[in-house]
């Protein structure tokens, strides 16, 4: 278990790994969807009735 006087160090390290997890995050979500709208071109804005 940590100590207290550790607690702001790793909110600042937890901090900096943010950011790192949002590009990420979001470079697979558009990657995804690209893919998925390569494959089929129509189904995401024009689906099968």
Same mark, same amino acid.
């Given at each position: 278990?940590?100590?207290?006087?550790?607690?702001?160090?790793?909110?600042?390290?937890?901090? *900096?790994?943010?950011?790192?997890?949002?590009?990420? *995050?979001? *470079?697979?979500?558009?990657?995804?969807?690209?893919? +998925?709208?390569?494959? +089929?071109?129509?189904?995401? +804005?024009?689906?099968?009735?």
């Amino acid at each position: 278990m940590q100590e207290k006087k550790d607690q702001p160090r790793y909110f600042q390290r937890y901090l *900096s790994l943010a950011p790192v997890l949002a590009v990420l *995050s979001v *470079s697979v979500a558009f990657t995804t969807w690209v893919l +998925f709208n390569a494959v +089929f071109p129509d189904l995401l +804005f024009h689906p099968m009735p």
